[in-house]
Nanobody, 121 residues
Framework: QVQLVESGGGLVQAGDSLRLSCAAS????????MGWFRQAPGKEREFVAR???????YYADSVKGRFTISRDNAKNTVYLQMNSLKPEDTAVYYC???????????????WGQGTQVTVSS
């Protein structure tokens, strides 16, 4: 069982940066692949980025080059550095843990409660 708690969301202007954090409970954090997803009002939850147990990363095309996912296994935390934010990045951002994480929502076993990111134009 893993409990995930996101933080770091907020209201920013277009072009600004934010760093989201996701703190995980338990001593098995390093055994999970971690992902970030987002959900805008009226839309389905969509993949943003993932990081494997060994640190390899993968991004959605919409955020590639602007967002960076990283993890600190000593702190049981995964991060999402978001630069050059756009209004279309506005959404609730969720972190998730998976035994084998892909870009699919269904492949993740545990989810946080989400943190709101709002980007004004």
């Amino acid at each position: 069982q893993v409990q995930l708690v996101e933080s770091g969301g907020g209201l920013v202007q277009a072009g600004d940066s934010l760093r989201l954090s996701c703190a995980a409970s338990g001593r098995t954090f390093r055994t999970y692949a971690m992902g970030w997803f987002r959900q805008a009002p009226g839309k389905e939850r969509e993949f943003v980025a993932r990081i494997s147990r060994n640190g390899s990363t993968y991004y959605a095309d919409s955020v590639k080059g602007r967002f960076t996912i990283s993890r600190d296994n000593a702190k049981n935390t995964v991060y999402l550095q978001m630069n050059s934010l756009k209004p279309e990045d506005t959404a609730v951002y969720y972190c998730a843990a998976a035994y084998i994480g892909t870009t699919s929502v269904a492949s993740y076993n545990y989810w946080g409660q989400g943190t709101q990111v709002t980007v004004s134009s």
